[in-house]
């Protein structure tokens, strides 16, 4: 008598006519099903949208999902979704055609290791020591060629067919690597292969290895058998925003001579791009206390602009790349307009052009505590542009790099957008490179920190 075919319905296989099929797998936007391979679903793909399984197509009478590939011994991969627009002939000959190594009808896969093939709940197929996945005849991955699933069935050593990068897995709980060779072609220069995961090459024993990596590592860490720079010069990546996500900021707008706070006084924010605050997207008044709250995209770039009181010089505000977690951002200082900006002018040696703007600047570390002895630069500063460091208070044209308020500036840069070099001065290290928007007879006032490890 014949051997009655397995009724169990978690078995990922089952017989079908004089060949075999595997179960496929449908996946809809909100679950997934397991059919049954010897069940007839469809006749044509549009059998398939009627069931619902919208994107599916009909091979060898079932409905299948169009997204596994099959490794042949070059390395190359064919996706179902070629197979589903191939002609018909090769669609119904992918249907039946078994890989070279599969079991004879009617007999489950060998288990276990060595050169035997065995099943597993994704509808592949093991081939080998390899660890090679070759999707079993009538799955989705073979309808693009019954060839290469031939090939992959045989490739007992095919290299990396198992491993991260192939079709089988992605995520990140998937393997990276099987020999220390695989992290190299990932870009791990040097990494090594530990529990399946590339390690970068060990960097240092202990913080002092770290010190001839550079002047950012003084003051750095040595964990875990990288070195980590001084926190204070390189910052930690910031966590990216969603569109969707909002952030309600708070400013102090005051006045950069006496410190005390502006009220009643209107501020638009303006996108980045938007080099004339043509469009605002968002405005408000500062309250009695000087604070200014307004809510904005959480990914938003751009600046805040004053133009409106006639007592101060109009200004620009730039925010910072990344909103702090408590949305509380550094003063927005205001110069007084007239008399004051021009005995300013006058004190530095300038006169005021009119067709120019100016720049604040303020230096800070990765923490928002300013930084002394950084220097301001841009190839874009020309003879009549003003350069100045604040030094007790009062701006200096003598002075060559910032003190302990982290403050300098230009007067008279030409209009457009600028590009500012951040660098400390001892020991010499690069800090960040920046553009800052220069309007005619606008301040532009920006905070820098350093650039991100």
């Not at 202990?206 to 980590?228: F, H, I, W």
């Not at 960040?432 to 991100?452: D, E, H, L, M, Q």
Request: hydrophobic share 40%; aromatic share 4%; net charge neutral.
């Amino acid at each position: 008598m014949p051997t009655p075919a397995p009724t169990t319905p978690h078995l990922p296989w089952r017989p079908l006519r004089a060949a075999w099929l595997a179960c496929a797998t449908l996946c809809c936007s909100a679950c997934s099903l397991w059919l049954q391979a010897d069940d007839k679903q469809c006749s044509t793909d549009a059998d398939c949208a009627k069931r619902g399984l919208q994107g599916a197509v009909c091979i060898a009478e079932l409905c299948q999902r169009p997204s596994a590939a099959v490794t042949g011994n070059a390395g190359s991969s064919t996706s179902a979704e070629a197979g589903a627009s191939a002609p018909a002939s090769v669609r119904e000959n992918a249907a039946t055609a078994a890989p070279a190594s599969a079991p004879a009808a009617g007999r489950p896969a060998a288990a276990g290791g060595g050169s035997g093939a065995r099943s597993n709940e994704s509808g592949m197929l093991t081939v080998g020591n390899a660890g090679a996945s070759v999707p079993r005849a009538g799955s989705a991955a073979s309808a693009g060629s019954a060839a290469n699933a031939g090939n992959a069935a045989t490739a007992g050593n095919a290299a990396g067919a198992g491993r991260a990068g192939s079709g089988a897995c992605s995520g990140p709980e998937c393997p990276e690597c099987s020999v220390d060779a695989d992290c190299e072609r990932r870009g791990v220069v040097g990494g090594t292969c530990v529990s399946a995961k590339c390690r970068p090459a060990p960097q240092c024993q202990a913080d002092g290895d770290c010190l001839m990596r550079g002047p950012e590592y003084m003051g750095g860490k040595c964990t875990e058998r990288q070195c980590v720079p001084n926190p204070r010069f390189r910052c930690a990546p910031p966590t990216a925003a969603t569109t969707s996500e909002t952030r309600t900021l708070k400013v102090l707008v005051r006045d950069s001579l006496s410190l005390s706070p502006i009220s009643n006084l209107h501020v638009v924010a303006c996108a980045k791009l938007d080099l004339t605050c043509s469009q605002p997207v968002k405005d408000g008044m500062t309250g009695r206390d000087g604070y200014l709250t307004i809510e904005l995209p959480a990914n938003f770039a751009g600046y805040l602009q004053q133009s409106e009181r006639r007592e101060y010089s109009p200004a620009m505000y730039f925010l910072p790349p990344v909103f702090p977690e408590d949305g509380v951002l550094q003063p927005f200082p205001l110069l007084g307009s007239g008399v004051i900006i021009d005995a300013l002018a006058a004190a530095l040696g300038a006169g005021l052009d009119p067709m120019r703007g100016h720049m604040m600047l303020i230096s800070e570390d990765c923490a928002g505590t300013p930084l002394a002895g950084v220097s301001f630069t841009s190839t874009q500063r020309d003879a009549k542009t003003v350069q100045f460091y604040v030094r007790d208070l009062l701006p200096s044209t003598t002075a060559m790099d910032t003190a302990e308020v982290g403050n300098g500036g230009f007067l008279n840069f030409p209009s457009g957008t600028a590009v500012i070099n951040v660098a400390q001065t001892k020991p010499a290290l690069e800090l960040a490179t920046v553009s800052v928007v220069v309007r005619a007879g606008y301040i532009s006032v920006a905070y820098i920190r350093p650039k991100t490890r």
